[in-house]
């Protein structure tokens, strides 16, 4: 006999499945088994379509009945875009529900388990909680604070350059760590750029990663107070959505249609990061769970001083490049060592020639203001 964590690691592997096309909503994967034998399976692909619950349910037929249902996120209890599937769990007559993690969204928020207790069905909560809040970090990050789980993308030598003096930097990772931070890029929802990267390099900024799954590309954004960025640069080639942050009253060229205005008074002369993150995690026009930096020096040193950098991928390649080459980041100079900015290494991965390195803040603050 399989036990719940065995059945539950299987749903999870369904949710996974949503990775590049849930958004706005959670990654979820529902397994309904009876007898140790999976009846029915399912897994939310995108958003306004049926749920994992549904999907599995409809797998099941008539097998539902008495079966228990693996589920990676509580069941809703809410009429949305789609019917309650804690109500269609109850009609169908499951006996039993196990539970990953409760769904932070206060129009769940519990309600979905008491609805299927109240129902007489057992229900087991918290198998493999952790694996399944990490799979959606994002959604839990924009439900709790409003605003997007922030990865910095960082890429530099053993000397923490970036570029030559003269800009040259391609490639300074091999093939290996590039084709893994497109897969990065795959999974965000938002990819958010400087315009002087989207200058310099010629930048896209679209998602390069070949998958058997269902994807779609994520929102572009370019921060760009004053509108330098040229209606002919290579990222208007192509045409999923744009958004360019700039200033309230900076007089605009004649952008393509695909790419929108969002406009926010300055600070400084800059885009104010936390007000545009507020704006990128707002469900009713974006929805971003998850948002991906990718930067020169100058915007990733005001993420990182503005504590803003949930997470940082940082893609260490084996060679020197010398004091003349440009920064990693732009931060103010020291003179008291415990004012240092301190991460926590939570993986590092070899890619080819290369490594990545994944890093947190030892002192989360992604909700500084």
């Not at 109850?90 to 519990?110: E, F, H, S, Y």
């Not at 958004?243 to 952008?255: K, Q, R």
């Amino acid at each position: 006999m399989h036990d719940d964590t065995y059945w539950m690691r299987r749903a999870l592997d369904l949710a996974r499945r949503g990775l590049y096309t849930t958004a706005p909503n959670p990654r979820v994967g529902c397994v309904l088994v009876k007898n140790d034998v999976a009846v029915g399976e399912g897994w939310h692909q995108y958003a306004g379509e049926p749920h994992a619950e549904a999907h599995a349910l409809r797998a099941a037929g008539d097998a539902a009945s008495g079966a228990t249902a693996y589920i990676t996120l509580e069941p809703c209890a809410h009429h949305g875009r789609t019917p309650p599937c804690a109500d269609a769990l109850i009609a169908t007559g499951i006996a039993r529900a196990v539970v990953a993690c409760c769904d932070p969204n206060p129009l769940v928020a519990g309600q979905g388990v008491a609805r299927l207790r109240a129902a007489g069905i057992a229900v087991s909560e918290n198998v493999c909680q952790a694996e399944a809040t990490a799979l959606n970090r994002g959604f839990f990050r924009r439900i709790s604070t409003g605003r997007p789980f922030v990865t910095l993308k960082l890429a530099a030598s053993l000397d923490g350059r970036t570029a030559l003096a003269n800009g040259d930097s391609q490639w300074i990772t091999g093939a290996a760590a590039r084709l893994d931070a497109h897969q990065h890029r795959l999974a965000a929802d938002a990819i958010i750029a400087g315009t002087g990267s989207i200058i310099a390099d010629n930048a896209r900024l679209t998602a390069r990663y070949p998958t058997d799954l269902p994807s779609r590309q994520p929102l572009r954004v370019i921060i760009d107070s004053r509108l330098q960025t040229p209606p002919d640069a290579a990222v208007f080639s192509e045409l999923t959505p744009i958004l360019i942050a700039c200033g309230e009253t900076v007089p605009a060229p004649t952008y393509p249609a695909h790419a929108e205005l969002l406009r926010l008074p300055l600070a400084d002369g800059h885009i104010p990061l936390a007000a545009l993150l507020d704006e990128l995690a707002q469900l009713g026009r974006r929805g971003i769970n998850n948002a991906l930096v990718e930067a020169g020096a100058g915007l990733a040193g005001a993420f990182l001083r503005a504590q803003l950098a949930d997470e940082i991928l940082y893609y260490l390649a084996p060679c020197l490049l010398g004091p003349d080459a440009r920064p990693l980041a732009a931060l103010p100079p020291l003179t008291d060592l415990s004012a240092k900015m301190q991460y926590i290494i939570t993986d590092t991965t070899p890619l080819g020639t290369d490594l990545r390195l994944t890093l947190t803040p030892e002192n989360p603050c992604s909700q500084a203001s």
